[in-house]
């Protein structure tokens, strides 16, 4: 959606401010009785929640526009501590294969082969093999079971027990943006678990759908579980065990297919007046099930704030669902805002949400932004409900229209092993308006505005001429440190998050799991330090999974280790586990190679993470949640309490930046490559630079470049600097055409990386030269409003820069507009611009022109609406600089017109 702004601040009345936010400090609000004893909160800039005492929202107000239909509860608990030991009633027939394979069918089989063995078992006598494929090419098969009769909204659990000889399946590998968000949206060929929804007359409805992937890890039986729910229309529901396997053998076992009955229950409170204070509203909670809630709402310049704990006082494991909602009655003529370009009408019906899952081996579903909402052009209102920046939590944030409420789920754990956490999980919501005609951007920039310092780097990288990365800790690392230091090139120490290790040359079969292990046992008793030190890490921080196994990220051939298999397994970067993989980087690679550069006269800027939480998991190691400081989550298998592995890393680089600081200097940044999804929304305050890299399919996409996930990381690196290196082999000219057009959109400098062999000439050209157009406009900073329309949906615009001094000093003065023609044909549009929201509505004269060529644009100029007509071929992007001329100079006497101008 594109949509424009009339340049009145709707917070205000006013033209658009900046402001501090939640930092400034809490404005006042009234917190009095009212009718039947109701309290009111006020945000300060026009939105009200009103309260009964038993904590129910009976009115949500913009201004005089009432948003709220029937009051609903503010909390919403659903307690699933007991969910894990729910097997029965199994409305499966034959679910342990006991009776042969009655009750299964074949349903697509190529190259994979399935029969009842006994002797392997989860339990009982027999179990369904799957075995098949070669290393050259994977095999598919999948089973269905009999179709089970539902009922539409009726929840339920399917699960199923899983092991396979080798100690692990190779597939599903892979990275964040494939494994939390492509693999649930199109049928494609995982290892797992699927689902088929019928009709009452037996049709299908839509095609099979992933119900949970087995990623790897199954040396011994490992179960696999997700919760469902019925879409409308489903009579019945069809279970179906798919294998893609690569000369590789799997067991599966013990199917279960039962209700999942858990009530959400409203959470009864007593809603008061905080004592002493003006400004709040405090929820003193009874306790459900031994469970107890309390909440604070307070109100601050732009947002309410909803900030809670829930207290185990049974001193069990608990895990739990708390929905924190308010009532929207949104019908018809109201907007679901999914991202900056995709909306969506909302119906009576269904649930609307930008959803991925928290980890990748399974689903347990996250929002993919900090923050999502609806609006109503009519009415002029517009709701978001967001997650607070640098706080890590597990939330999913969603509107349910059956029940017209917007709201936030948190899934949360308590341990009694997690000491320190002392038996709380804790939540943190914000509630707050949007301006419908801008929908989703106008909540990205309400959100910055509300927390300035967490978008503000610390380290500014865009007066650098370039960047590396590298170890600096030996004596050409620290020369290569020196002489890129006198060109003014960014140098970073390389560390990763990743336990890798080269177990057997490439020429050699596959390896299984006990040849890694093998490997890691003689690195143990190696004669280097470091490497003994390695394999401590591994043993002291490997992330364990519901079996007590280390978790792989994957066993493989890689491209930038050819001659090697390699087994890599996900590390808890917690930096409070001792000899973890958090201390193993410090010491050996971190604190190594500052001092080395020290030494030498070098400054080293930074260090740099590599793939950065490219494989979300929970970890179940005692020693994690002993030393876990930030809520626990659990686990959609087992509903087990654990650590969740973006929390650790929010514990790493809190520890890495205050050491950085104190030990360093605090001009030393920070940078990713930035793989990970919904986890970095809480993780990027930390970050000073954001870099990403992938392969580039024929149509200029990709899995790590597209404009969904480009939207994304755009959002949460913001005005910092964002680059792309492209992996691609054998790239192309005509590949390259379809790339650029994006990065020029999003001003992200792209550059071919180590294993992009191969590439065609004019692949480099167009690469090179997109590159250094970026290099001129891209330090002014991003910015989500672009105040400018479209007349054509498929061309796209994005701005950088603001009127006034640029924010960096490296950033050349003016606003750019990146505009981008995404058709396959070409276009004609015409482009709308704002003067007035942008602040340029008082200069009398202004220059346009293409950033590239220099040349003067045409323009009309209508009051504060500049209106330019640009001709767009099929895939092209152009940069537009729009500036205010310079004064004329006098020289001797004499004024000398300005140089450029329609």
């Not at 469970?291 to 732009?302: D, E, H, I, K, P």
């Not at 149509?699 to 755009?714: A, H, K, M, P, S």
Request: glycine share 12%; proline share 6%; net charge negative.
């Amino acid at each position: 959606m594109e949509t424009g702004r009339d340049g009145k601040d709707a917070r205000g009345g006013g033209p658009r401010r900046w402001r501090e936010g939640l930092a400034a400090g809490i404005v006042c609000l009234v917190a009095g009785a009212s009718l039947a004893g109701q309290l009111e909160i006020h945000s300060g800039d026009g939105l009200a929640l009103g309260l009964s005492p038993n904590g129910s929202v009976t009115s949500v107000r913009i201004g005089a526009t009432e948003l709220a239909g029937a009051p609903a509860p503010l909390l919403v608990l659903r307690d699933l501590s007991a969910a894990g030991a729910d097997f029965e009633p199994n409305l499966l027939a034959n679910p342990g294969f006991e009776d042969g394979l009655a009750h299964w069918q074949e349903v697509q089989g190529a190259g994979v082969e399935g029969r009842r063995v006994t002797g392997e078992a989860h339990s009982g006598s027999g179990a369904l093999e799957l075995s098949g494929g070669s290393e050259d090419g994977a095999g598919w098969a999948a089973w269905a079971a009999d179709p089970v009769s539902v009922s539409p909204g009726e929840r339920l659990r399917v699960a199923a027990w899983w092991k396979s000889p080798a100690g692990f399946l190779v597939e599903d590998s892979g990275t964040a943006p494939a494994l939390q968000m492509v693999q649930w949206r199109q049928f494609d060929h995982h290892t797992g678990l699927y689902v088929q929804w019928l009709d009452g007359a037996g049709a299908t409805l839509g095609q099979a759908e992933l119900a949970t992937p087995l990623h790897m890890n199954c040396s011994d039986w490992r179960l696999t579980r997700r919760e469902l729910v019925a879409p409308a229309g489903a009579a019945a529901l069809r279970v179906i065990i798919g294998a893609k396997l690569l000369g590789e053998t799997v067991w599966v076992d013990d199917l279960s297919l039962v209700p999942a009955t858990e009530p959400d229950i409203a959470v009864p409170v007593a809603a008061t007046p905080c004592q002493g204070e003006a400004d709040c509203i405090e929820l003193a909670g009874s306790g459900i099930g031994g469970l107890q809630v309390t909440a604070r709402l307070s109100a601050a310049s732009g947002a309410i704030a909803i900030d809670g704990t829930v207290t185990d006082v049974s001193g069990a494991a608990r895990a739990f669902d708390l929905r924190v909602q308010v009532p929207v009655a949104a019908d018809e003529g109201w907007t679901w805002w999914d991202d900056a370009h995709v909306s969506r009408p909302i119906e009576r019906t269904g649930r609307y949400e930008h959803a991925i899952s928290a980890v990748a081996d399974g689903w347990l579903p996250i929002s993919l932004y900090p923050y999502g909402g609806l609006g109503t052009s009519s009415a002029g209102a517009g709701l978001a409900m967001a997650l607070p920046p640098g706080v890590p939590q597990l939330g999913e944030i969603a509107y349910d229209a059956a029940h017209g409420v917007l709201g936030v789920t948190f899934h949360l754990g308590i341990s009694p092993l997690a000491v320190q956490l002392g038996g709380q999980a804790r939540f943190h919501a914000l509630v707050f308006r949007a301006d419908p005609a801008w929908g989703f951007r106008d909540i990205i920039e309400r959100y910055r505005d509300l927390f300035p310092t967490a978008f503000a780097p610390r380290v500014r990288l865009y007066g650098f001429s370039g960047r590396s990365q590298g170890d600096f800790y030996t004596p050409a690392g620290v020369e290569q440190a020196l002489e890129e230091d006198a060109a003014n090139i960014y140098t970073a120490q390389y560390t990763s998050s990743d336990l890798a290790i080269k177990v057997t040359p490439s020429g050699n079969p596959r390896p299984v799991l006990d040849d890694l292990l093998a490997t890691v046992d003689q690195m143990a008793q190696s004669s280097d330090e470091s490497t003994r030190a390695f394999a401590d890490a591994i043993g002291s921080s490997a992330v364990v999974d519901t079996n007590g196994e280390w978790m792989l990220k994957h066993v493989i051939v890689p491209a930038w280790a050819q001659g090697w298999w390699e087994g890599s397994w996900i590390a808890d970067m917690d930096p409070d586990i001792g000899g973890g993989k958090a201390q193993w980087n410090l010491r050996y690679r971190i604190d190594a190679s500052f001092a080395a550069c020290n030494a030498a006269g070098a400054h080293l800027d930074g260090v740099q993470i590599d793939n950065f939480m490219s494989t979300a998991s929970f970890d179940f190691r005692p020693e994690a949640l002993a030393a876990a400081t930030q809520t626990l989550g659990y686990s959609p298998h087992t509903y087990e309490p654990a650590v969740h592995n973006a929390s650790a890393v929010w514990e790493y680089l809190s520890w890495l930046r205050r050491h950085l600081d104190e030990t360093w200097g605090r001009d030393r940044g920070i940078t990713i490559n930035f793989w990970g999804v919904g986890h970095p929304d809480f993780l990027a305050p930390f970050i000073d630079g954001f870099g990403s890299e992938g392969n580039i399919k024929g149509d200029g996409t990709g899995t790590n470049w597209n404009l969904e996930i480009l939207d994304y990381r755009r959002a949460i690196a913001d005005r910092r600097p964002y680059l792309f290196t492209n992996q691609t082999p054998g790239f192309s000219a005509d590949q390259a055409h379809l790339f650029i057009g994006p990065a020029i959109l999003y001003g992200v400098p792209p550059s071919d990386g180590p294993n992009g062999h191969q590439w065609e000439p004019g692949a480099t050209d167009e690469v090179d030269r997109t590159a250094q157009l970026i290099f001129t406009f891209w330090a002014a900073g991003w910015e989500p409003l672009t105040d400018a329309r479209s007349g054509d949906p498929d061309v796209l615009i994005e701005r950088f820069g603001r009127a006034g001094p640029p924010q960096d000093p490296a950033a050349p003065p003016g606003i750019f507009f990146t505009v981008y023609n995404r058709a396959a044909a070409a276009r004609q549009a015409t482009l709308t611009v704002d003067l007035d929201a942008l602040g340029l509505s008082g200069a009398s004269t202004l220059r346009l022109v293409d950033d590239e060529t220099g040349a003067a644009v045409p323009y009309v100029r209508n009051g504060a609406a500049l209106s330019i007509t640009l001709a767009l071929d099929a895939a092209q992007a152009r940069v537009l600089h729009l500036s205010i001329p310079p004064r004329p100079r006098r020289s001797r006497g004499r004024v000398r017109p300005a140089s450029a101008g329609p």
